[in-house]
């Protein structure tokens, strides 16, 4: 909840209950809701950039009634240092949130609440967003800023009927209904992401829409460029451009079906009566650089979810906000990403590494950064890597693995007439009956007894003629498709080991693992070589690797707290820039998590 603690911002006159926290980027955050509420000036000598961007705050100026309170949620980037595409595989992850993030400002709900001010000490009043004109239906409208500079449409707007028809028919239904208040995941992949129909179900839907492993994958790493752009379609047949609403609009619907009973009481529990949802109404806004492997996806669901959750006063832990969010992303998006980048998106700490371990999401706590410790982002600014291995065909190759070494397993503790033996064989450290729930079950030193078992490459359909399913819904298999099973078997089980030797880990051995599954890229490779002329004995640099989903993306780079190892970091990336005309971007520093951060609640005058 927001503490008792209130500003003003700083040249306005609104009332900030919460705070700024003291993160840079929140008071200017809050600054530009200042500027929205005294309205955009119109545009005068402007270029078609300045154009777009005055385009957009104007959207954004018009979404609100300024005169009732908002709501501010935040959520971060966040920088892989240890785990990346292992985490599908049950290792334990290390991840840091960075300093940019995006935020969710949201409006909207029954307006029946609207005669109930909040306090400082409560959460923020349920006042309606009365949209214009009001003769139309509830709706769900959102304004991402920065969209056109990203190819996309800036504003969305959506029937909340199309969303959530259990709420909104007509006559509206009693909560007591057994009809589901959303619509299908299917459903709202194909309204929202603009994915084909007819799979039958959750599971159908996700598997068919991996079909064709992706070219950048991971969290924010299935893909954003791919996601977020392409054409406009028709009004059945998807949102063409504007297809990024479906990790904001996606995260009302997995609300929805997920926690529906508490959803229905919090919608009509105030006596709601037909057509009194004005609607709801999102602003999002980022400084999460998109497709650079820092998990701007997980960012904005993350923050979309924590704005639903507050607006309806819903009592959620973080961990099931982000396993909701992962529902968003693997389910409306269709993106085959682990739960890593949401969970650390929610749940991070500043100056802290989040320990998870991925079985599915078991928190280790959070690991303070000692003071002489350092950690750097560097863009690589590779997005696809075109002769490299998709992340989506990884995934599954490394379930491929699994699926082949338990039957490996279980065929080895049986004789030709399934009579099993008095003593199991020799080879295989790990061969007990027991059937392994993850990869990283394994041990580095139990891998050589079921590496026999794991061809180095292996076609789809050699793999389905032996096997009816690879056990993983993310993702499924193409016949004609080679896919790197030994290579994609060994990473998670030697990456979980080296996760647990932190120093080992930034050596070099984690990048060479991702090259040798077909997830490196020359950009990052340079990176690479060029931390390596800043580290040894008396080095301020100690390590480098490639990060998240790998193909490109950033680099994350361990070394002192020094300006020596500061000058260094400046040193690769203006060496990098000169080499390949690409200026990265250079994360540094870290912020809380957006269960951490909470809200604010922003009143008019």
Same mark, same amino acid.
């Given at each position: %909840?927001?503490?008792?603690?209130?500003?003003?911002?700083?040249?306005?006159?609104?009332?900030?209950?919460?705070?700024?926290?003291?993160?840079?980027?929140?008071?200017?955050?809050?600054?530009?809701?200042?500027?929205?509420?005294?309205?955009?000036?119109?545009?005068?000598?402007?270029?078609?950039?300045?154009?777009?961007?005055?385009?957009?705050?104007?959207?954004? @100026?018009?979404?609100?009634?300024? +005169?009732?309170?908002? &709501?501010?949620?935040?959520?971060?980037?966040?920088?892989?240092? %240890?785990?990346?595409?292992?985490?599908?595989?049950?290792?334990?992850?290390?991840?840091?949130?960075?300093?940019?993030?995006?935020?969710?400002?949201?409006?909207? %709900?029954?307006?029946?609440?609207?005669?109930?001010?909040? $306090? $400082?000490?409560?959460?923020?009043?349920?006042?309606? &967003?009365? &949209?214009?004109?009001? +003769?139309?239906?509830?709706?769900?409208?959102?304004?991402?800023?920065?969209?056109?500079? #990203?190819?996309?449409?800036?504003?969305? +707007?959506?029937?909340?009927?199309?969303?959530?028809?259990?709420?909104?028919?007509?006559?509206?239904?009693?909560?007591?209904?057994?009809?589901?208040?959303?619509?299908?995941?299917?459903?709202?992949?194909?309204?929202?992401?603009?994915?084909?129909?007819?799979?039958?179900?959750?599971e159908g839907a996700v598997a068919e829409r991996s079909r064709e492993p992706r070219g950048q994958g991971g969290g924010e790493g299935a893909g954003n460029d791919a996601r977020e752009g392409g054409g406009e379609q028709g009004p059945e047949g998807g949102m063409g451009d504007a297809?990024?609403?479906?990790?904001?609009?996606?995260?009302?619907?997995?609300?929805?079906?997920?926690?529906?009973?508490?959803?229905?009481?919090?919608?009509?529990?105030?006596?709601?009566?037909e057509g009194s949802v004005a609607g709801v109404a999102m602003l999002v806004a980022s400084a999460v650089p998109e497709g650079v492997g820092v998990a701007s996806s997980a960012a904005v669901e993350v923050a979309a979810m924590m704005a639903l959750v507050n607006a309806l006063r819903?009592?959620? #832990?973080?961990?099931?906000?982000?396993?909701?969010?992962?529902?968003?992303? #693997?389910?409306?998006?269709? @993106?085959?990403?682990?739960?890593?980048?949401?969970?650390?998106?929610?749940?991070?700490?500043?100056?802290?590494?989040?320990?998870?371990?991925?079985?599915?999401?078991? %928190?280790?706590?959070? =690991?303070?950064?000692?003071? !002489?410790?350092?950690?750097?982002?560097?863009? +690589?600014?590779?997005?696809?890597?075109?002769?490299?291995?998709?992340?989506?065909?990884?995934?599954?190759?490394?379930?491929?693995?699994? $699926?082949?070494? #338990?039957?490996?397993?279980?065929?080895?503790?049986?004789?030709?007439?399934?009579?099993?033996?008095?003593?199991?064989? *020799?080879?295989?450290?790990?061969?007990?009956?027991?059937?392994?729930?993850?990869?990283?079950?394994?041990?580095? !030193?139990?891998?050589?007894?079921?590496?026999?078992? =794991?061809?180095?490459?292996?076609?789809?359909?050699?793999? &389905?003629?032996?096997?009816?399913? !690879?056990?993983?819904?993310?993702?499924?298999?193409?016949?004609?498709?080679?896919?790197?099973?030994? @290579? @994609?078997?060994?990473?998670?089980?030697?990456?979980?080991?080296?996760?647990?030797?932190?120093?080992?880990?930034?050596?070099?051995?984690?990048?060479?693992?991702?090259?040798?599954?077909?997830?490196?890229?020359?950009?990052?490779?340079?990176?690479?070589?060029l931390v390596k002329t800043h580290m040894g004995p008396q080095g301020p640099l100690w390590g480098a690797k490639i990060t998240g989903g790998g193909s490109g993306g950033t680099v994350c780079v361990l070394g002192d707290s020094t300006p020596a190892a500061q000058a260094a970091v400046?040193?690769?990336?203006?060496?990098?820039? $000169?080499?390949?005309?690409?200026?990265?971007?250079?994360?540094?520093?870290?912020?809380?998590?957006?269960?951490?951060?909470?809200?604010?609640?922003? *009143?008019?005058?």
């Amino acid at each position: %909840m927001p503490s008792s603690a209130a500003i003003r911002v700083e040249g306005g006159a609104m009332r900030v209950e919460g705070g700024d926290r003291g993160l840079p980027d929140t008071k200017r955050f809050l600054a530009l809701l200042e500027t929205l509420r005294a309205g955009v000036p119109p545009p005068t000598d402007a270029t078609a950039c300045d154009y777009s961007e005055r385009h957009e705050l104007s959207l954004a @100026a018009a979404l609100f009634d300024w +005169s009732q309170p908002l &709501l501010v949620t935040r959520a971060p980037g966040r920088l892989d240092v %240890m785990g990346g595409i292992a985490d599908y595989s049950g290792s334990l992850v290390l991840q840091v949130d960075l300093r940019c993030s995006r935020y969710a400002h949201s409006r909207g %709900m029954p307006r029946r609440h609207s005669n109930h001010p909040c $306090t $400082t000490a409560s959460p923020p009043s349920l006042s309606p &967003l009365l &949209l214009r004109p009001l +003769s139309l239906p509830p709706s769900l409208r959102i304004v991402s800023l920065s969209a056109s500079a #990203n190819h996309r449409l800036p504003s969305v +707007s959506l029937p909340l009927a199309r969303l959530l028809p259990g709420l909104h028919a007509s006559p509206p239904m009693s909560p007591t209904r057994a009809s589901p208040c959303a619509i299908d995941y299917e459903a709202a992949h194909v309204l929202l992401a603009g994915g084909a129909a007819g799979r039958g179900g959750r599971e159908g839907a996700v598997a068919e829409r991996s079909r064709e492993p992706r070219g950048q994958g991971g969290g924010e790493g299935a893909g954003n460029d791919a996601r977020e752009g392409g054409g406009e379609q028709g009004p059945e047949g998807g949102m063409g451009d504007a297809r990024w609403a479906a990790y904001v609009a996606g995260a009302l619907v997995v609300l929805a079906r997920e926690r529906e009973a508490e959803l229905r009481q919090a919608w009509m529990g105030g006596g709601r009566e037909e057509g009194s949802v004005a609607g709801v109404a999102m602003l999002v806004a980022s400084a999460v650089p998109e497709g650079v492997g820092v998990a701007s996806s997980a960012a904005v669901e993350v923050a979309a979810m924590m704005a639903l959750v507050n607006a309806l006063r819903l009592t959620i #832990n973080p961990w099931d906000v982000a396993r909701m969010c992962q529902i968003v992303e #693997n389910s409306v998006v269709g @993106a085959p990403c682990g739960i890593m980048d949401q969970m650390a998106a929610a749940l991070a700490r500043p100056a802290s590494l989040l320990a998870l371990l991925c079985r599915p999401a078991r %928190m280790q706590g959070c =690991l303070p950064l000692a003071a !002489h410790v350092a950690l750097w982002g560097i863009d +690589s600014g590779a997005r696809h890597c075109v002769g490299g291995v998709g992340y989506g065909a990884v995934r599954a190759a490394a379930f491929m693995g699994l $699926t082949l070494v #338990n039957a490996g397993r279980e065929a080895s503790s049986k004789d030709v007439d399934g009579v099993i033996p008095a003593a199991p064989p *020799r080879h295989a450290a790990s061969s007990a009956t027991s059937k392994l729930s993850c990869l990283c079950e394994l041990d580095p !030193h139990s891998l050589p007894g079921v590496e026999p078992l =794991l061809p180095p490459a292996m076609l789809g359909a050699a793999f &389905l003629a032996r096997h009816s399913s !690879h056990g993983d819904r993310a993702t499924a298999i193409s016949p004609a498709l080679p896919y790197p099973v030994l @290579a @994609a078997t060994r990473h998670p089980v030697h990456e979980h080991f080296r996760v647990r030797c932190f120093r080992a880990l930034l050596g070099g051995d984690s990048h060479a693992s991702y090259t040798a599954c077909g997830l490196g890229s020359a950009p990052t490779d340079l990176i690479i070589d060029l931390v390596k002329t800043h580290m040894g004995p008396q080095g301020p640099l100690w390590g480098a690797k490639i990060t998240g989903g790998g193909s490109g993306g950033t680099v994350c780079v361990l070394g002192d707290s020094t300006p020596a190892a500061q000058a260094a970091v400046e040193d690769v990336c203006a060496r990098f820039a $000169t080499a390949t005309g690409h200026r990265p971007h250079l994360f540094h520093g870290s912020s809380p998590g957006a269960a951490h951060f909470d809200h604010l609640v922003v *009143r008019p005058p």
